[in-house]
């Protein structure tokens, strides 16, 4: 025993310890019920095997460029006026496609000076170009647009985690999704029936309290008719609930303040309670901030009227009697209980930046997970067991060497995705991950053929054994590595563009091959050198 | 033991029924996904709704057709899964079914309609989640303990887990529970005032609004395509070009062998078909390989003889790691195939499909193309390419 061979089966020893434990950690009994507990809580599964529901969605990022896009119309138009500075008019000319271009028309090439001192003071995130005509256009700076439009997708990640960890589902996945197409995948472990929890997901919870000009109109041309055709400046026409007392049930519409005097961002909290007519309500209050700033709009407008707007929608008007520092309140609308106790979680958890659409919807039940976990240990168990008789059978000596080699091949592999969990990375086990261990067994499996039928070769071939050996690993290492190497680029494409389970089958196939490399060159090697050490000059191999 | 030694096959010598073999496939593959099936894309990649449902008797579906035809269903497939016995069937709504503003519309349609006499105001307990029969159980306190999380969350994974693992997924009726441990009686008894149990068990359930189904067929394309260009790119690095291209060709023609079954057949490709031809790719890429490594070495040894000897040589000196490691990769893809289950029969096909194809590939198309390659500059009156590539 030379000190290098110890060196060796030490290094060896250690690798096997370390994954096994973690595949099992530190096992509370050693029965087969103990052991199987560890594994569960070491090794993660994927949605597929545990039972859950996954979804993918789209935000609406132009949504949020929009309302910057808004903003920087009204600060333009303020500015302008301000500075006595003729204009037509300012519009977004295709909201739809290009939110950031913002159209200036009429003003004339004299006051560009002026105008660009605005854009560079005011609007710092925009560039102008003059146009034809006296007409200008702002468009947003592409830094700034890609930056706008991560952190609509960054902050919709974090309000939807925020509701969904309120509904108390445990350990779910919210994460960007793809690259650069503004998507999230949402996975909820356990949960598959979640009509309400979609609902949750999908409220954009926009609240902002206006000042109500007129209203409640029947129509929209009514309002309109109203106000002599034009509607006022800086003011919009809202839908709202059905008319107070009107005998049939119908929209009603209200003129409302284009500006807020606070919104969802100014809330401090929320909660469920009942109006003073019994109804379901909800109560807010508001951060100090925002309440010095509702103060002094209420304190200014006593007498008006003020609309209570969600997402867009009024929900309920009511006269300004006193100040009001940080209080207030959402009822109207016949909402129900549950309701109220929703909207206020909602209103908590913060709006979201962007509406949100469902591209991707997959549930699995958790009995099909369950089969399906049965059925693919089954299939890995059966495959496995096979590879290893055939090895047994064909190589004799050298099989058991090859069976050694393949279940190290195993324990490292199904140890990775125990450390994973225990360094809080998750690399789930999914079903498709299942048939990549199998596949793995198959592949593996390919290294010590390889380097076997080549030592045999070599003996053929008149060579004694430890050079057979020696020539069989080293005519075989570079045939092993190219195999390796385009099965993983395969792989790693599909780790790219696969999602959840296929991701999964991609991760185990890569690591389990990686893995081979280890266990049938440097472990193989080491045991044919000590089968060899402890041989006669001359005698036979048994491969 | 040893099932191959010292053969001498002559296999440049039938390439012509290689060449005819491989033709006879691809061209009935490629003639069913131009003429007939097409490519059989599967729902994620052409969109639409899939429920997979478990019931608790035999299902009649017929009966289910026309309740689906009532709920106001039209583009809709009903197709039974597995061996009858599981009493279990797909049915598949077409992507003109499901629109991107009500994703789920499909399938609570198709939920409404299979839960017939659904009794008012109550909840199907088959399909409840954990969530909300615990939730139930917090307001209805069937237990007068007060909204005990713990207890009742306890009670409710007993419920559930009775019913998804001991039961399969569906419960006959709510008193099948009283055999279930952890669930108390009282919790059992009061089960009914609420729900209801209905005669399946929705089992998965599948919705790809129309975009992202063509974003994910664009994405295959393109990662099959990288596939192979990574492939090109890396034997050309390694090897000689034509090396690269013999081996791409090579892939190319398994890839169009078994995406043609999957037409002939009329197999959904879904994602995790993909996946298992991409895995292809690279698995036929190793045989290729292994052939190549050896007639670049042989190359070296043999430099008076004839390339098609050369060739036939290495590939009769592979042959039988390329009969055994093939052998092997199969009998455990094998297993997939025969006892993984239905979810994953499709990917498991594709592999033993695959993995047929390349190993037969890898000796009758990869090795004749490089011989031809060789003719065909020496009838060109070039001198033969130096095959022997670069040296490592």
């Not at chain 1, 200008?136 to 509701?163: C, E, F, G, Y």
């Not at chain 1, 609240?207 to 007129?214: P, S, T, W």
């Not at chain 1, 609308?333 to 991707?360: C, F, N, W």
């Not at chain 2, 269903?73 to 797909?90: C, D, P, V």
């Amino acid at each position: 025993m030379n000190k290098n061979f110890l060196l060796k089966l030490g290094s060896i020893v250690a690798i096997v310890l370390f994954f096994l434990f973690g595949i099992f950690g530190v096992p509370k009994s050693l029965s087969a019920q103990g052991l199987l507990a560890a594994i569960s809580d070491h090794i993660h599964l994927g949605l597929d095997l545990s039972g859950g529901t996954q979804l993918i969605l789209q935000v609406q990022v132009n949504d949020a460029v929009n309302v910057v896009a808004q903003n920087a119309i009204e600060v333009l138009k303020d500015q302008l006026r301000n500075r006595k500075i003729d204009f037509a008019d300012v519009t977004q000319p295709d909201p739809q496609n290009n939110p950031d271009h913002v159209l200036l028309k009429g003003v004339q090439a004299s006051a560009r000076g002026d105008l660009l001192s605005i854009v560079q003071e005011r609007l710092p995130e925009y560039d102008i170009t003059s146009d034809p005509n006296d007409t200008w256009t702002l468009s947003m700076k592409p830094s700034m647009l890609t930056d706008l439009k991560n952190k609509a997708v960054a902050q919709a990640i974090q309000t939807i985690r925020n509701r969904i960890d309120a509904l108390g589902v445990s350990e779910p996945t919210i994460e960007e999704h793809g690259q650069g197409q503004y998507q999230i995948l949402v996975q909820l472990p356990g949960i598959d029936d979640f009509g309400r929890v979609k609902d949750i997901m999908q409220s954009t919870a926009m609240l902002e309290i206006k000042q109500a000009l007129g209203g409640p109109f029947p129509s929209e041309q009514a309002a309109l008719q109203d106000k002599g055709g034009v509607l006022p400046a800086d003011s919009l026409l809202l839908q709202g609930h059905s008319m107070p007392g009107a005998e049939t049930e119908g929209p009603a519409w209200y003129l409302v303040s284009r500006v807020s005097a606070v919104s969802g961002k100014d809330l401090r909290d929320a909660q469920a309670s009942t109006d003073q007519n019994g109804q379901p309500s909800v109560t807010f209050s508001l951060t100090g901030e925002g309440g010095q700033r509702f103060y002094s709009f209420t304190s200014a407008h006593v007498g008006d009227n003020l609309a209570v707007v969600l997402d867009n929608k009024v929900q309920e008007v009511a006269s300004i009697k006193e100040p009001i520092r940080d209080q207030g309140s959402i009822s109207g609308g016949h909402m129900t209980e549950q309701q109220a106790k929703d909207l206020s979680m909602v209103l908590r958890s913060g709006a979201l930046p962007a509406s949100i659409k469902y591209l991707q919807e997959e549930t699995v039940g958790p009995s099909l997970g369950a089969d399906s976990i049965r059925a693919g240990v089954r299939a890995a168990v059966i495959g496995m067991v096979a590879v290893l008789i055939f090895m047994l059978v064909y190589y004799r000596g050298a099989g058991i060497n090859a069976d050694v080699a393949l279940i190290m091949n195993l324990i490292i592999l199904l140890g990775f995705l125990g450390w994973s969990t225990i360094a809080g990375v998750n690399v789930a086990l999914t079903l498709p991950g299942i048939a990549g261990v199998i596949l793995t067994v198959g592949m593996g499996v390919d290294s010590n053929v390889l380097i076997f039928e080549r030592i045999r070769e070599e003996l053929r071939n008149g060579k004694t054994p430890p050079s057979a050996v020696d020539q069989g690993f080293s005519h075989a290492w570079v045939t092993i590595v190219d195999t390796h190497v385009t099965t993983i680029v395969s792989a790693a494409i599909l780790f790219i563009f696969g999602t959840g389970p296929v991701k999964g089958f991609a991760t185990t196939l890569t690591f389990g091959l990686l893995a081979n490399l280890f266990t049938a060159v440097f472990v193989s090697r080491f045991i044919f050198d000590w089968v060899l050490s402890r041989k006669q000059r001359g005698e036979a191999l048994s491969i | 033991m040893e099932f191959f030694r010292n053969t001498n096959i002559d296999f440049l010598g039938k390439k012509w029924y290689f060449l005819a073999f491989s033709l006879i496939f691809s061209l009935a593959g490629l003639y069913s996904m131009l003429f007939w099936h097409h490519i059989p894309w599967g729902v994620d990649f052409r969109g639409g709704t899939l429920v997979y449902v478990r019931f608790s008797h035999t299902p009649d579906e017929n009966a289910i057709r026309s309740e689906l035809d009532r709920a106001g269903l039209r583009n809709f497939k009903i197709q039974r899964l597995g061996a009858a016995s599981n009493n279990e069937e797909l049915i598949d709504l077409d992507v003109r079914e499901t629109s991107e503003q009500a994703l789920d519309l499909g399938k609570l349609k198709i939920i409404q309609a299979l839960e017939t006499n659904t009794p008012a105001g109550k909840t199907d307990l088959n399909n409840a989640s954990f969530l909300t029969i615990k939730n139930y159980l917090m307001d209805k306190d069937p237990l007068h303990i007060g909204p005990d999380d713990q207890k009742y969350g306890a009670e409710a994974q007993a419920i559930v887990d009775y019913r998804d693992k001991v039961q399969g997924g569906v419960l006959n009726s709510a008193d099948q529970l009283q055999a279930a441990s952890g669930v108390d009686r009282a919790v059992v008894a009061s089960l009914p005032d609420v729900f209801f149990v209905s005669d399946f068990g929705v089992r998965n359930v599948e919705i790809i609004g129309p975009q992202v189904g063509s974003q994910l067929r664009t994405q295959a394309a393109l990662a099959t395509l990288y596939s192979l260009l990574g492939m090109l790119v890396y034997l050309g690095f390694r090897f000689e070009w034509i090396y690269g291209v013999a081996a791409v060709v090579t892939v190319f023609h398994d890839t169009l062998i078994t995406v043609g079954f999957f037409s002939l057949r009329n197999i959904d490709i879904t994602l995790t078909v993909i996946a298992a031809i991409l895995t292809l790719i690279g698995y036929s890429n190793n045989d290729t390989i292994v052939v190549f490594d050896r007639i670049r070495e042989n190359i070296k040894l043999m430099r008076r003889e004839k390339l098609s000897d050369i060739v036939n040589r290495s590939i009769n000196q592979t042959l039988s790691r390329t009969i055994l490691t093939a052998g092997l990769t199969f009998l455990t893809v094998l297993a997939l195939f025969l006892f993984g289950g239905e979810v994953l029969r499709g990917f498991s096909l594709a592999l033993v499909i695959g993995i047929l194809i390349g190993t037969y590939s890898s000796i009758a198309i990869a090795a004749p193309i490089l011989v031809a390659y060789q003719d065909w500059r020496i009838q060109k009156g070039k001198r033969p390419a130096a095959m022997a590539g670069r040296a490592r």
